[in-house]
């Protein structure tokens, strides 16, 4: 479910029906964090996430102390035996984290000297802020607020997508959401916001619509059901999370499969599509048609490359160097590849169907109102 300061305003432009996403604008940063020695840079990003971040002094340098909700911490420090030759720009990186109470925890997150296994990023502070934000993403650390925002608006926008509404951007440069513009027909209007409502409903998203654009009456769709998407993107995850290349490779032969793989199935998709809309006979209809079967060529031809790819890496089968010594530390499920597989692609438990009972709207609620649910016309609500 997303935060509730996330609104989604529904509402009828002439004959045209737009949808609108706003978020509550992210507070200004900590000031203190820029009074933090020299390193504001890394103490305020880490405060926006909402741990405690104090500068202390380590063996030569000073040093990034981070507090955990685990009762761990995060020590962001640069080198300091020898210390750098430039303190104010080091060369390199280590990021680590520390637990004495038990259980312990000792666990090399990051390092870019010339020996580290991220070497080759040496003093980049973005390449360093990158890597705390995945393992903090992994440890459940809450996300930025101008993070959580991004995605919230994202979220809402994926949505609308899948509910059949169309981006559009304004002359100013705004981006919202339309209904197709061939879709003229009231009562299909309805059908298609009322949809769109629910799901978003459903979401979490706070919403503004007049209730004329709503069909009452109709059964809540489905309720808060994993996307495809989704589904696929924890395969990244469990790549990202993989201490071995076998468990890897587990996860890219869903997308490389011969036959029977995401990627090809995406390539039938794309044919599919093309025969069906090259049937519509125009002209242009051809050169899309034409357009879809070019990119499901490429694609193809890409799944092969891929798969080869694959291959290679299978081949390895060693345990990755950089992320073989935090194996203990791992979040989420087992260490065991086909699991993890397995609950990508598995649908959500809560999927299936639900009603909401509620008022039917007043005549005076024919203003634009935020509805704690969509109104129903079902007798006896």
């Known amino acids: 479910m997303h935060a509730d300061n996330t609104l989604v305003t529904l509402e009828q432009e002439g004959s045209r029906v737009l949808a609108w996403i706003s978020a509550s604008p992210s507070p200004p940063a900590d000031d203190a964090a820029e009074r933090d020695h020299r390193y504001g840079y890394l103490t305020a990003p880490l405060r926006q996430r909402g741990l405690e971040c104090t500068v202390e002094y380590g063996l030569s340098d000073y040093i990034v102390h981070a507090e955990l909700p685990d009762g761990s911490a995060l020590i962001i420090s640069p080198p ?32 870019s000297a010339l020996d580290g296994p991220h070497a080759r990023h040496g003093g980049s502070v973005p390449a360093l802020l990158a890597a705390v934000d995945t ?20 979220a809402a926008g994926s949505v609308l997508h899948r509910a059949g509404f169309v981006p559009a951007v304004t002359f100013g440069g705004e981006h919202y959401y339309r209904l197709p513009s061939a879709m003229t027909d009231p009562a299909e209007q309805r059908l298609l916001v009322t949809r769109a409502f629910d799901l978003l409903q459903v979401e979490g ?25 989704d589904r696929l993107g924890r395969l990244a995850q469990s790549i990202q999370a993989a201490t071995h290349t076998s468990e890897a490779v587990a996860a890219l032969s869903e997308l490389t499969a011969p036959g029977d793989g995401v990627l090809q199935r995406v390539v039938e998709i794309l044919d599919t599509t093309a025969d069906w809309w090259q049937d519509f ?9 034409d357009h879809l079967r070019l990119i499901a060529e490429g694609l193809d031809s890409y799944a092969v490359e891929l798969r080869a790819i694959r291959g290679d890496l299978a081949d390895r089968h060693i ?6 010594r935090g194996q203990t530390e791992r979040t989420g499920p087992s260490s065991s590849a086909s699991p993890r597989v397995n609950a990508a692609l598995a649908p959500s438990p809560s ?31």
Request: neutral net charge; charged residues 30%.
């Open 80 to 111: 300091q035996e020898p210390p750098s030759e430039h303190p104010e720009s080091p060369e390199s990186w280590m990021v680590t984290r520390h637990r004495s109470t038990e259980p312990a925890v000792y666990e090399l997150i990051y390092d």
């Open 135 to 154: 393992r903090l993403d992994q440890l459940g650390v809450s996300p930025r607020r101008e993070q959580r925002r991004v995605a919230e608006e994202r």
């Open 205 to 229: 998203f706070r919403l503004a619509c007049d209730p004329a654009l709503l069909e009452p009456g109709l059964p809540l769709r489905r309720a808060h059901e994993t996307s495809l998407g």
């Open 281 to 289: 006979g125009d002209t242009a209809d051809h050169r899309y048609a």
């Open 319 to 324: 345990a990755h160097p950089g992320r073989a």
């Open 351 to 381: 999927a299936g169907q639900r009603t909401v009972p509620v008022r039917p709207p007043t005549e005076s609620s024919a203003q634009t109102v935020l509805p704690s649910a969509r109104p129903s016309s079902a007798p006896g609500r």
